[in-house]
């Protein structure tokens, strides 16, 4: 007892007392050396981060997620990168890299947790937002008639971020009206309500697209039938009188251009031209002139002269045409886009067209020879003539019927 005392109070200690503290001092400093391979302390934990090529898209479009920036310690390696997509989606890679495409707007957050071969862990996240599609909401009728206001309203479509919204319509799919091969992308008219009035019946088709700030874009197609007016027709007879009247010297003419055919379907005509009566009849020859009347564009022409059958009475001339278009059925219904185009229908229907253009009275003084004359001077070189030309005409009473 006395030695070991003796060795305590000189302070020296044996070699064989000192061997145990020398391990404990070697193992404590090696001990964080030896965590990583011994898993004392947990496994070394990798170092992730992870980032989107976008952090705002549109609703169905696709993003690319980059965790490949993510690292481990030293003699460790990342053996897999586990995705959580925030949509209920998830994932498993090899590489750090994958895509997904989102499909409902909101706001997401994407992690990525990066494992080693030690089954050591870290996560890393980050944020995108998704924008959603507007919601078109179209207001119009389904049928209309020609010439009726078509009104395309559209203002009621909404956007899920609650920004300005853009409108853009194609007014008809059958018509390509920017040339670019594509008949259902045209820009005929923008803003949220559009207005026109379709003058042809039938089946019209368009579409609208409504746009908001990030460049999200909804269409919608519509379909309009247009439908013809509906008329009633009732035929009346209707007698219209002309009368010109002039002078004429011997080899000259007259010509009168009219439209009759203005004032209706021309059924018939009878015309009369008469002469003045010479200053001293009992002396001949009694002066003559022709009448011509000539329908250009029906290529129709006809030509009477006057005749004196008693010298009490002035010469004259006459013509009369009947049935020169057919009559129509009384009081009977008819469709047409418009009052214009029924009557155009009306006259060229079943060849009741008949006289329509330019009418031209010819007069011409054929024999106006002179006079007995008075002291050696013809007392009158020509002579005074009257054209009355009476026209029977059918002229439509059109009504609209309702629908």
């Known amino acids: 007892m006395r030695g070991r005392r003796d060795m305590l109070n000189s302070g020296t200690i044996p070699i064989a007392s000192r061997r145990p503290l020398t391990l404990l001092v070697i193992a404590t400093?090696?001990?964080?050396?030896?965590?990583?391979?011994?898993?004392?302390?947990?496994?070394?934990?990798?170092?992730?981060?992870?980032e989107a090529d976008r952090t705002s898209i549109n609703a169905g479009e696709s993003v690319n997620f980059d965790a490949r920036a993510s690292t481990s310690p030293e003699s460790t390696i990342i053996t897999g990168y586990s995705w959580d997509f925030g949509d209920g989606s998830k994932a498993e890679?090899?590489?750090?890299?994958?895509?997904?495409?989102?499909?409902?707007?909101?706001?997401?957050?994407?992690s990525v947790t990066v494992v080693n071969d030690l089954d050591g862990d870290d996560t890393a996240s980050t944020l995108l937002t998704v924008n959603g599609f507007p919601k078109i909401s179209l207001s119009m009728p389904t049928a209309i008639r020609t010439g009726d206001i078509v009104t395309l309203d559209a203002s009621a479509s909404s956007d899920p971020e609650n920004g300005e919204l853009t409108t853009v319509w194609d007014l008809?799919?059958?018509?390509?009206?920017?040339?670019?091969?594509?008949?259902t992308n045209d820009?005929?008219?923008?803003g949220a309500v559009h207005r026109f009035t379709p003058y042809e019946s039938g089946?019209?088709?368009?579409?609208?697209?409504?746009?908001?700030?990030?460049?999200?874009?909804a269409t919608?197609?519509?379909?309009?039938?247009?439908?013809?007016?509906?008329?009633?027709?009732i035929w009346e007879e209707k007698t219209v009188t002309y009368d010109w009247d002039g002078y004429l010297e011997q080899g000259h003419i007259y010509t009168i251009t009219h439209l009759p055919g203005e004032e209706g379907r021309i059924m018939s005509f009878n015309a009369t031209l008469t002469l003045a009566m010479d200053i001293l009849p009992i002396m001949l020859p009694q002066d003559n002139f022709s009448l011509t009347v000539d329908v250009q564009d029906d290529g129709w022409t006809q030509t009477v002269r006057t005749e004196q059958g008693n010298v009490t009475h002035n010469a004259s001339a006459s013509m009369e045409y009947l049935n020169l278009n057919?009559?129509?059925?009384?009081?009977?219904?008819?469709?047409?886009?418009?009052?214009?185009e029924l009557i155009e229908m009306l006259n060229s229907q079943s060849g009741a067209g008949?006289?329509?253009?330019?009418?031209?009275?010819?007069?011409?003084?054929?024999?106006?020879?002179?006079?007995?004359?008075?002291?050696?001077?013809?007392?009158?070189?020509?002579?005074?003539?009257?054209?009355?030309?009476?026209?029977?005409?059918?002229?439509?009473?059109?009504?609209e019927v309702g629908v």
Do not use: K
Request: with cysteine.
């Open 354 to 399: 008949f006289g329509l253009g330019d009418w031209l009275w010819i007069i011409e003084a054929e024999e106006a020879d002179p006079d007995f004359p008075i002291d050696e001077v013809d007392p009158d070189g020509g002579n005074e003539w009257e054209l009355v030309v009476e026209f029977t005409f059918l002229v439509p009473r059109i009504s």
């Open 326 to 340: 057919p009559s129509s059925e009384n009081a009977h219904n008819l469709t047409a886009d418009s009052l214009e």
């Open 203 to 217: 089946n019209y088709s368009g579409s609208v697209t409504v746009t908001d700030e990030s460049e999200a874009s």
């Open 93 to 110: 890679t090899v590489q750090g890299y994958t895509s997904h495409i989102f499909a409902e707007a909101g706001l997401y957050e994407i």
């Open 187 to 190: 820009n005929d008219a923008m």
């Open 29 to 50: 400093m090696l001990l964080p050396m030896l965590a990583g391979c011994t898993g004392l302390g947990g496994p070394p934990e990798p170092n992730a981060r992870v």
């Open 172 to 183: 008809d799919w059958n018509v390509d009206s920017d040339n670019d091969g594509d008949a």
């Open 220 to 233: 919608r197609m519509w379909n309009l039938t247009v439908l013809p007016r509906t008329y009633q027709v």
